[in-house]
C-alpha cells in the first residue's frame, strides 16, 4: 500500500508540473496553432539564471524570482522577434522555427555555461524529509502541491475574470471574430506568451529541485511530455491540459514503478504511444473541444 | 455618416472592387445587393478595417479611417456582423456580449444595452450561460446582432444576416433589423436575399463584379424589371 | 548575371552539373587529402539524407521530424551485417550466435537496412498519418525516442548506449556516388510519375485530392516509407563513412541538422537537398575552424561548439522568415539536368554546342572581366 501512495504522490508530483507547462503550451497553441518547441526550454531558461544568481550568492528566494523574470522576458522576446514577423506563415514554417529557436536557446546557454550536468541544490530546510503518516515525503514536495494549486487557481482567476484572460481565450477561439471586437491581437498574444513564461519559470523551479541534476538539454525532452499530455487533455481547454498531464505524470510513474525493468527504460517511448492511442480514440484529446463548427 | 469614394481593392492579383463608391446617412438602412463574389462581403471588410484597400477613401463621421486598425474602427462606433455569424462557440453567451462591449468603459450603457439585447432577444437571456456553440443558426445570428449591439454601435454593418437560415428564422431576423432601424441606428446590409434586402431598406446599391452597376431607392429598384429578373427571379 | 539563355542550354548544362562535378570527384578520390575525401563523401550522403526527407516533407506535406531515426535502423541494420563475425563478438557483450554469424555483402546490408526502415515506417504510417499537421509532427517526433530507447535497451544485440565502432568501410567516395545516383534517379522517378503528381495535390489540398479519388492515406504512408528507405541507406552509409555509431548520433541534434539542411536548400525540390547538403556539411566546418582553430574532423559537430550552432540557427530563422522555399526555390535544374533524357540528347545535337559557342564567345566579348567572373562563379556553383 505504502508504495502504491509513493508512486502515487510520485505521479501527481511529476503530474503538477507537467500541468503547469501543457498549460502554458495550450495558451499559446490556442492562440496561435504554433507547437513551441523551446517552451520546454524555458524550464532550463530558469534553472541555468536562478542557479547562476544563487551561486553569485543571491539569496534563493530572491534568485528563483528573478530567474522566473528572465524566463518570462525570454518569452516574450521569442515572440516579439520569432514569431511575431511570422504569423502568417504556414504549419511547416513555425515548427521549424521553433525547433530553430529551442536549438538556439539550448546553445547559447551550453556556450555560456557549457554543456556539463550541474547540480540545483535548494536549502535544506526545503529538502529535508518529514514522516506523514506511511510515508516519507519532502518539504519541496509539500511546496510543490502547495504552489501548483495557488498557481492554478490565479491562472484560473486571470484567464475567466480579466478583460486580457476573456481576449486571449476569444482569440483562441475566433481570431477574426475576436479582430471585429476591437480586441487587441498583439496584446493578447503577449499575455499568452507571459503566462507560458511564468508557468514554465516555476514549473522549472520545480522540476529541478527536485531531480537536482540539469543541463542545457533537460527542457526540450519535458516540454515535448507536457505537449503529449496537453493533447492528450485537449489542447484547446486549459483544464484539459491540466488534467492531461496530471494524467501523464501518473501514469509515467505506475509505468515505471509495476513493470519490470527490461521494460521501464521504454518510457518516453511510453508516453507516445499514450498519445497515439488517446489520438485514435478521440482525435482531439480526453476534453479536446471539437472544432467542428455549428451552422 | 458613411462616404466611400473609389475603393480599389485586391486578393493577390485579382482585383475585387473596382472603385466603388456608395454613401450612407444618419439614420438610413442602405442594402448592398448582388451575386455571389460581387464582391458585397469584401466591401465591409474593407470597412471595418480587416483589409486594406488599395485606394479610396471612406470617410465615417467626417474622419478617413482607411489606415485605422479594426479596434480603433470599432471605438468609433462602426460595427460589423460578420458573414456566417463568426461567434465564439467555445464561450458562453454572456462571455460572447461581454466581449461585443470588449472597449466600452461606461458601465451604465453596458448595462442598460444588456437589457436591451435580453429584451430583443429573450432567449439568450434564458440560455446565458451556456455555450455559444450549442445554439441554432438562427439564435446564433441574434447573439451576433446582440453582440454588436453591446458595443454601441453608430452605424451597423450587416453581412449576409439570413446566410443559411430556414425562411422562419429569417423573418425573425429582418423584423430584428427593423427594431434596429426603428430605434434609429444606421444600417448598411450586405444581402444575398435581395427581396427581403430591398423591402426593408431605404436605398440599395447593386454590386457586380465588384462595380455598383445600379443604385436607387429601394422602392424604384423593387418594380424595376431588370433587377426583377436579375435578382428577384421573377418576371 | 547569368544570361538567361545559357541555362537553357543543355551543352552548358551537362558541363556544369555532370561533367564537371564528376572530374572533380574522380580527382578527388585519387588524389586529395583522406579528410577532403572524406568530407566530400559526407556531402555525398547528406545529399541522400535530404533528399530522402524531402520527398515526406516538401513533396508530400508530412512534416516529418523523426528521419535520424530511420537513419538509426540503417546504420545499425547495415553495421551488423557487414561487420565481421570475430568483431562482432569482440565488442559486443552477449550477443547471439547467429547474429554474429550472420553476414552480407555490403549492398545487401545497405538493401535490407532499406527494406527494415521502409516497414517500420509503413507500419507506424498507417497508425500516424491520420493525424493533422502540427500533431502529426510531434508524433513523428516520437520515432526518435522509441528508436533511441530500442537501441538503448539490447545491450547484447547494439551495445547499447557504448555504440559501435571498428565498422568497416567498404565504400570510397565514387562507390558512394554512385549509390547516391541510383538513388536519387529512384526518387526523380517517383516524383515525376503520377505517383508523384498525388503527393503533390495531397500536400497542396487533401480533401481536394481525395474528392479525386485519390486515395490520399495509402500515398502518404508510402511516400514516408520510401523516405525512410532512403533514410536508412543514408544511415548505412554513414554508419561505414564514420566508422562508429552511438544511439546518441541519432538524437535531436542531428534531426534538427537534417530538417536544416531540407529547408535551407529548398525542401519542395530535390536539387535543393544538393545546396541544403552544401552549406550543412561546410559551413559548419567553416565556422568552428574559425572559432577554435583545428580541424575536428568530419564528424557531425556536436554542441559543444556552440558558437557555430548558433550562428547555424539564427541563419536557419532568417532563411524561413525571408525565403521559406531554401536556395532552390522551385528550381530542379540540378536534378533535372541530370536525369532527363533530353539533355543526353541534346548533347548528340550539333546546334547545341553551336549555341553554347555562340553565347559563351558573346559573353566573353562583351566584358573580359566580367566573363572572369563568371568562370569562377560557375566553378563554385559546380561545387557546391
Same mark, same amino acid.
Given at each position: 500500500m505504502t508504495f502504491f501512495l509513493v508512486q502515487l504522490i510520485n505521479g501527481l508530483k511529476m503530474g503538477s508540473i507537467y500541468a503547469l507547462i501543457a498549460i502554458g503550451y495550450s495558451f499559446v497553441y490556442g492562440i $496561435?496553432? $504554433?507547437?513551441?518547441?523551446a517552451h520546454g526550454d524555458l524550464l532550463m531558461i530558469a534553472t541555468y539564471s536562478a542557479w547562476a544568481l544563487m551561486a553569485a550568492g543571491v539569496p534563493v528566494g530572491l534568485a528563483i524570482v528573478i530567474g522566473i523574470i528572465i524566463t518570462l522576458i525570454t518569452s516574450l522576446l521569442m515572440e516579439r522577434f520569432a514569431y511575431r514577423p511570422l504569423r502568417k506563415a504556414n504549419v511547416e514554417t513555425t515548427l521549424m522555427t521553433s525547433l530553430a529557436v529551442s536549438v538556439l536557446l539550448q546553445n547559447i546557454v551550453t556556450l555560456i555555461f557549457s554543456p556539463q550536468i550541474k547540480a540545483f541544490k535548494l536549502p535544506d530546510a526545503v529538502t529535508q524529509r518529514i514522516q506523514i503518516g506511511s510515508v516519507q515525503l519532502q518539504v519541496l514536495d509539500i511546496l510543490i502541491f502547495a504552489v501548483t494549486i495557488v498557481t492554478l487557481v490565479v491562472v484560473s482567476f486571470l484567464v475567466k475574470k480579466t478583460k486580457l484572460g476573456i481576449a486571449m481565450r476569444a482569440c483562441s477561439d475566433n481570431m477574426t471574430a475576436a479582430e471585429l471586437m476591437g480586441v487587441n491581437i498583439n496584446h493578447a498574444i503577449v499575455f499568452a506568451f507571459v503566462l507560458g513564461g511564468v508557468l514554465a519559470g516555476i514549473a522549472g523551479i520545480m522540476y529541478s529541485g527536485e531531480y537536482i541534476s540539469f543541463s542545457p538539454d533537460m527542457g526540450f525532452m519535458i516540454g515535448v511530455k507536457a505537449f503529449v499530455a496537453a493533447v492528450i487533455g485537449g489542447i484547446g481547454s486549459f483544464g484539459g491540459a491540466a488534467i492531461g498531464g496530471l494524467i501523464l505524470g501518473i501514469l509515467e510513474m505506475f509505468f515505471a514503478g509495476y513493470l519490470p525493468t527490461e521494460v521501464t527504460n521504454y518510457r518516453t517511448a511510453f508516453v507516445f504511444l499514450v498519445l497515439i492511442v488517446v489520438l485514435l480514440i478521440k482525435p482531439n484529446g480526453i476534453l479536446g473541444v471539437s472544432t467542428e463548427k455549428r451552422s | 455618416m458613411l462616404r466611400v469614394e473609389d475603393l480599389v481593392v485586391n486578393y493577390g492579383n485579382i482585383v475585387a472592387l473596382q472603385g466603388i463608391s456608395f454613401h450612407v446617412e444618419d439614420g438610413e438602412t442602405v442594402s448592398l445587393i448582388g451575386a455571389n463574389g460581387a464582391g458585397k462581403s469584401t466591401t465591409l471588410m474593407t470597412l471595418s478595417g480587416i483589409i486594406k484597400p488599395k485606394t479610396g477613401t471612406i470617410n465615417f463621421n467626417g474622419k478617413n479611417i482607411v489606415n485605422k486598425k479594426s479596434h480603433q474602427i470599432v471605438q468609433m462606433g462602426l460595427i460589423h456582423v460578420p458573414e456566417g455569424r463568426?461567434?465564439?462557440?467555445?464561450?458562453t453567451i454572456e462571455e460572447n456580449l461581454i466581449l461585443g462591449g470588449f472597449n466600452v468603459t461606461d458601465h451604465d450603457a453596458l448595462q442598460e444595452r444588456r437589457e436591451q439585447v435580453f429584451r430583443l432577444f429573450p432567449i439568450l437571456k434564458e440560455r446565458i450561460h451556456q455555450s455559444a456553440g450549442t445554439l441554432s443558426g438562427g439564435e446564433q445570428q441574434m447573439l451576433a446582432i446582440g453582440r454588436a449591439i453591446m458595443a454601441g454601435p453608430k452605424m451597423l454593418l450587416l453581412d449576409e444576416p439570413s446566410l443559411g437560415l430556414a425562411p422562419i428564422v429569417v423573418q425573425e431576423v429582418f423584423n430584428v433589423i427593423q427594431k434596429l432601424k426603428e430605434a434609429g441606428i444606421t444600417i448598411l446590409l450586405v444581402e444575398q436575399n435581395a427581396n427581403e434586402a430591398l423591402r426593408i431598406s431605404d436605398r440599395t446599391y447593386i454590386l457586380e463584379n465588384g462595380r455598383v452597376v445600379m443604385s436607387g431607392k429601394s422602392s424604384d429598384l423593387i418594380g424595376d424589371e431588370q433587377v426583377r429578373k436579375a435578382y428577384l427571379g421573377g418576371e | 548575371m547569368k544570361n538567361k539563355k545559357i541555362t537553357q542550354n543543355s551543352g552548358f548544362r551537362f558541363l556544369i552539373v555532370i561533367a564537371i562535378p564528376l572530374a572533380f570527384f574522380i580527382i578527388c578520390q585519387f588524389s586529395m587529402s583522406a579528410y577532403w575525401q572524406k568530407m566530400i563523401t559526407l556531402f555525398l550522403i547528406n545529399v541522400l539524407l535530404c533528399a530522402s526527407l524531402n520527398l515526406t516533407n516538401g513533396f508530400t506535406g508530412i512534416f516529418s521530424m523523426g528521419h535520424s531515426g530511420f537513419m538509426a535502423i540503417g546504420a545499425y541494420f547495415t553495421t551488423l551485417l557487414i561487420m565481421s563475425s570475430a568483431d562482432k563478438t569482440a565488442r559486443i557483450e552477449g550477443i547471439p550466435g547467429w547474429l554474429a554469424n550472420v553476414h552480407a555483402p555490403f549492398w545487401v546490408a545497405l538493401l535490407i537496412a532499406g527494406v527494415v526502415a521502409l516497414g517500420v515506417a509503413a507500419l507506424v504510417g498507417s497508425l500516424v498519418l491520420k493525424a493533422k499537421g502540427d500533431y502529426l509532427s510531434v508524433m513523428t517526433l516520437g520515432l526518435i525516442f522509441i528508436i533511441k530507447g530500442i537501441v538503448e535497451n539490447n545491450d547484447s544485440i547494439t551495445n547499447g548506449s557504448r555504440g559501435l565502432s571498428g565498422i568497416p568501410n567498404k565504400l570510397n567516395l565514387l562507390g558512394v556516388l554512385v549509390v547516391l545516383i541510383l538513388s536519387l534517379f529512384i526518387l526523380y522517378k517517383v516524383v515525376h510519375s503520377s505517383f508523384g503528381r498525388s503527393m503533390l495535390a495531397i500536400r497542396d489540398d487533401e480533401a481536394a485530392a481525395s474528392s479525386l479519388g485519390i486515395h490520399a492515406a495509402a500515398i502518404k504512408i508510402l511516400s514516408f516509407s520510401i523516405g525512410a528507405f532512403f533514410g536508412a541507406v543514408g544511415g548505412g552509409l554513414w554508419a561505414m563513412l564514420q566508422g562508429t555509431i552511438s544511439p546518441s548520433y541519432f538524437y535531436l541534434n542531428e534531426t534538427f541538422q537534417i530538417v536544416e539542411m531540407s529547408v535551407l536548400g529548398g525542401m519542395y525540390t530535390l536539387s535543393g537537398s544538393f545546396y541544403g547538403a552544401a552549406i550543412l556539411t561546410f559551413l559548419p566546418q567553416l565556422l568552428s575552424n574559425l572559432e577554435s582553430g583545428f580541424s575536428i574532423g568530419p564528424v557531425e559537430v556536436p554542441a559543444l561548439y556552440g558558437l557555430s550552432n548558433i550562428i547555424m540557427s539564427i541563419i536557419f530563422i532568417l532563411v524561413i522568415m525571408f525565403r521559406p522555399r531554401g536556395v532552390s526555390g522551385t528550381s530542379e535544374f540540378i536534378t533535372d539536368t541530370m536525369f532527363s533524357a533530353k539533355t543526353y540528347r541534346d548533347l548528340f545535337h550539333r546546334e547545341t554546342w553551336q549555341e553554347f559557342a555562340d553565347i559563351v564567345k558573346t559573353v566573353f566579348t562583351k566584358n573580359k572581366s566580367k566573363a572572369e567572373v563568371l568562370h569562377t562563379t560557375e566553378k563554385k556553383e559546380e561545387k557546391l
Open positions: $496561435l496553432r $504554433l507547437i513551441n518547441f | 463568426q461567434i465564439f462557440d467555445k464561450m | -
